[in-house]
């Protein structure tokens, strides 16, 4: 029994170690001096000044928080719509086509979506003049493609949660349904939402394939810049950038763990 | 009307039917349109789809439309045996990255479900951050590790286990790492969804009983968890057999993925038709592990 308790105790000290120690050694290698990455040459900042002076990192960093943020709003809203659909509308014509749909956009390996969205556009092009060139705004609808699946599964576990008994009791009460989604359904589920939002924004600003793939001359997105910098091996201003963006994402995930904290079972993501 | 009622008398809800309408028809002309198109792209002529890379563009232009229908892509997909090897290794890398995904997160989901609840939501939280972090940052963190200067070797060089390098970087091994890594969270999630939801205190009273712990736990907990297993099983094998920047920055030389061969298929050879063709082929192997997935979801829900 006790040998049980100490194997399955040192898998999970294994699992977590396994988990942070990447993490971990890319932050102590960004205050590294030493140009040759792996050896240790002292204490310094230089690759955060380096980083600093980088237009070109800065452009792409900016025009990705920018796709983002579109993303992860249009997505969270369709997201929430599609949500509701399935878990308030019963039975409906076109239902097992959606489930199957959100089931995909979920588990589709990135490449496959990449170059058949691509395509599309090239396609819409031919036949509607749209969109002429490719650049910002193709990633950004390909990205609210995908992110609103994800943002759909977090929303969904809120509602199926949800007492729905509150929302039919206000309409008996004569609450028009419109009003009952923004005063009753909306707050319900807004920490859903806004869990949503952030993985929306996350996986936007994580995505490399599917905007290599319908990006266009001058849109590089930082995910795009950053593997064309370290398809060539490991440089030491990525791993100053690394370590702010491990420290920007650790802060606001716990912070957010910490607010939410007295609310009844925080969601999974 | 699309979403036609099939339960009348309930006008209540009669809003969200016409406001669903526009995600739906966006997920469906951004997500299920372009199938179509690659399908339809994959039977055309690869000569004349074979353009220089300046004239990408022009070849967009004159259109889809003019092109023959050819089965040579799918032709010269099955008789060059390159690409059946690939697509096998990608399947059995993926597979084998899911088997030991299984094997690391089934034991740490086991493990969080059991702990009080404060100590469970620390615990949770350790496993979704890393999964907030960029993925590509991610994975390139074990380029600095593993890399034949890199942080391992280093250690081991220093502690005098071996003597020179080891090659650890840019092969199948990296690979493994660099999935099983990347794809844990998403293993263990639906895993703990899933064990939460037991009495796994009454598993703990069986065993109390007489029934030996091992005994309780291949007849009754590993059964009860088959959804959560098929959940993060096919979140898993799903995406990793399709999987690119991971074999593109860990992989070596020698490494076989079906998703590097199609992105050198698309932006290095330019070959369109054929790319197209290797996406259908791996979306068509990729269609029953899907239904499946969905399946055990559908029952999961009406649980």
């Given amino acids: ?269 | 009307m699309i979403f036609q009622d099939k339960n009348p008398g309930d006008g209540r809800r009669q809003w969200l039917r016409y406001a669903i309408s526009v995600p739906y028809l966006w997920v469906l002309l951004f997500f299920v349109a372009p199938f179509f198109i690659i399908l339809k792209i994959s039977f055309a002529d690869p000569i004349v789809a074979q353009p220089p890379f300046t004239a990408l563009f022009d070849w967009a232009k004159t259109g889809f439309e003019q092109l023959q229908i050819t089965y040579d892509n799918y032709l010269f997909l099955i008789q060059d045996r390159f690409y059946s090897i690939i697509y096998l290794s990608s399947l059995k890398m993926a597979a084998v990255s899911t088997l030991l995904c299984l094997l690391l997160g089934y034991p740490m989901a086991y493990f969080i479900a059991r702990q009080p609840d404060r100590r469970r939501n620390i615990l949770l939280l350790g496993i979704i951050l890393p999964f907030w972090i960029s993925f590509l940052l991610r994975v390139y963190a074990w380029m600095g590790l593993l890399g034949t200067h890199g942080v391992f070797n280093n250690i081991l060089m220093a502690l005098g286990i071996i003597d020179s390098p080891v090659q650890m970087l840019y092969n199948d091994f990296a690979v493994y790492v660099g999935i099983v890594y990347s794809y844990l969270p998403f293993m263990i999630l639906p895993l703990y969804a899933n064990l939460a939801r037991m009495n796994l205190d009454l598993h703990d009273a069986a065993s109390d009983l007489g029934a030996k712990p091992w005994q309780v736990f291949l007849d009754v907990t590993l059964p009860q968890s088959k959804p959560g297993i098929i959940g993060g099983c096919m979140l898993v094998f799903i995406p990793a057999s399709g999987e690119f920047v991971i074999p593109a920055l860990l992989g070596g030389s020698d490494t076989l993925m079906i998703g590097a061969v199609l992105w050198d298929e698309f932006f290095k050879n330019r070959d369109w038709p054929v790319a197209s063709a290797v996406s259908v082929i791996l979306l068509l192997i990729l269609v029953p592990p899907m239904m499946w997935f969905q399946k055990s979801q559908a029952q999961q829900e009406l649980e």
């Fill in chain 1, 1 to 269: 029994m006790k040998n049980r308790g100490l194997l399955m105790l040192g898998i999970v000290t294994f699992g977590y170690a396994f988990l942070y120690v990447p993490l971990i050694s890319v932050i102590v290698y960004s205050f590294n001096d030493s140009r040759l990455v792996t050896l240790w040459g002292g204490f310094s900042l230089r690759w955060y000044g380096v980083l600093l002076e980088d237009g070109e990192v800065l452009a792409a960093a900016w025009l990705s928080l920018k796709i983002a943020t579109i993303t992860a709003t249009v997505s969270v809203i369709f997201a929430t719509l599609l949500a509701l659909g399935l878990n308030r509308l019963g039975r409906f014509q076109g239902r097992a086509l959606l489930t199957m749909i959100m089931t995909g956009l979920l588990v589709l390996p990135e490449i496959i979506f990449g170059i058949s969205v691509l395509f599309l556009f090239i396609s819409m092009g031919e036949w509607i003049g749209w969109p002429t060139t490719r650049g910002a705004t193709t990633i950004t609808i390909a990205h609210i493609t995908f992110a609103t699946g994800f943002a759909a599964v977090v929303i969904r576990t809120r509602l199926g949660a949800l007492d729905q008994s509150l929302e039919e009791a206000a309409m008996d009460l004569g609450a028009r349904p419109l009003r009952t989604f923004f005063d009753i359904t909306i707050p319900a589920i807004a920490p859903a939402m806004i869990a949503g939002w952030l993985l929306a924004f996350t996986l936007s600003l994580d995505d490399v394939v599917t905007a290599s793939f319908v990006s266009g001359p001058g849109s590089t997105t930082l995910p795009m810049l950053i593997f064309s910098k370290v398809r060539l091996g490991v440089t030491p201003d990525v791993n100053a950038l690394a370590t702010v963006i491990i420290v920007l994402v650790s802060v606001g995930v716990v912070l957010a763990a910490v607010i939410t904290r007295k609310k009844p079972k925080p969601d999974l993501a």
